[in-house]
């Protein structure tokens, strides 16, 4: 079956510009995540939504950082005035309700700052 | 003190081998815990979950000691494909996970 799917793969923009990130879940998953992962380090939580409402966006860095998920199925992850410091792996993840431990990763947007 | 520590290696071993990685977590609260793989610029995947009573699974075998706030995976009879960052992972009692930076372990012919 479709797994979790991210595009752009990769994509590279300069500083200063807005980007946006898309993750296709796994159909019927209700929870949505997404997570940003630098080199050498592991996946980092920015938001997770259940449904169509952000449950929890504590771990977004800054308000340049902004998802929305308007129908409760794809969700856009969009970050304005892109920093250096912004590029990572950015993962999104879904699982089939809030309360399992089993979050399935798409296989992420390779995003370069320059 | 980070919520979830890990020794970052490389493990080196030999095909064969049996190889240990522990994990410490900060947060007394956490309610369930894991351990996922990720291989080279690729996505994580869970590989199992880790309860006080520990479990196994083939050659890997998942142990956690709440009291020390402790969480250990061996796996035995080491395969090169088993050559991976080993991520230690805690739900802290809500719905996020909070990922340990991982432990890579390689393993050679």
């Known amino acids: 079956g479709a797994g979790v799917s991210q595009t752009p793969s990769n994509k590279v923009t300069e500083k200063g510009k807005y980007v946006e990130l898309r993750c296709d879940p796994i159909?019927?998953?209700?929870?949505l995540y997404w997570y940003r992962q630098s080199l050498g380090q592991g996946p980092e939580f920015l938001i997770y939504?259940?449904?169509?409402?952000?449950?929890?966006d504590s771990g977004l860095p800054n308000d340049r950082f902004f998802a929305v998920r308007p129908e409760g199925s794809v969700s856009t992850l969009k970050i304005q005035r892109t920093e250096r410091g912004d590029s990572a792996v950015y993962l999104c993840?879904?699982?089939?309700?809030?309360?399992?431990?089993?979050?399935?990763f798409g296989p992420g947007t390779r995003l370069l700052v320059l | 003190r980070k919520e979830v520590e890990q020794d970052p290696g490389p493990f080196n071993v030999p095909e064969g081998a049996t190889v240990a990685f522990n994990c410490t977590y900060s947060?007394?609260?956490?309610?369930?815990f894991f351990w996922y793989r990720q291989d080279c610029r690729k996505e994580p995947k869970l590989l199992m979950s880790?309860?006080?009573s520990g479990n196994e699974d083939g050659r890997f075998t998942a142990q956690l000691n709440r009291a020390s706030q402790y969480i250990s995976l061996l796996i035995r009879d080491s395969k090169l494909s088993d050559s991976a960052t080993y991520l230690c992972?805690?739900?802290?009692?809500?719905?996020?996970?909070?990922f340990g930076k991982g432990t890579m372990l390689l393993v050679s012919p």
């Open positions: 993840a879904s699982s089939s309700g809030p309360e399992t431990g089993t979050q399935y």
């Open positions: 159909s019927g998953h209700t929870a």
């Open positions: 939504f259940q449904g169509t409402g952000a449950a929890d």
């Open positions: 947060n007394s609260a956490s309610q369930s």
């Open positions: 880790v309860y006080s």
């Open positions: 992972v805690v739900n802290p009692g809500y719905s996020t996970l909070t």
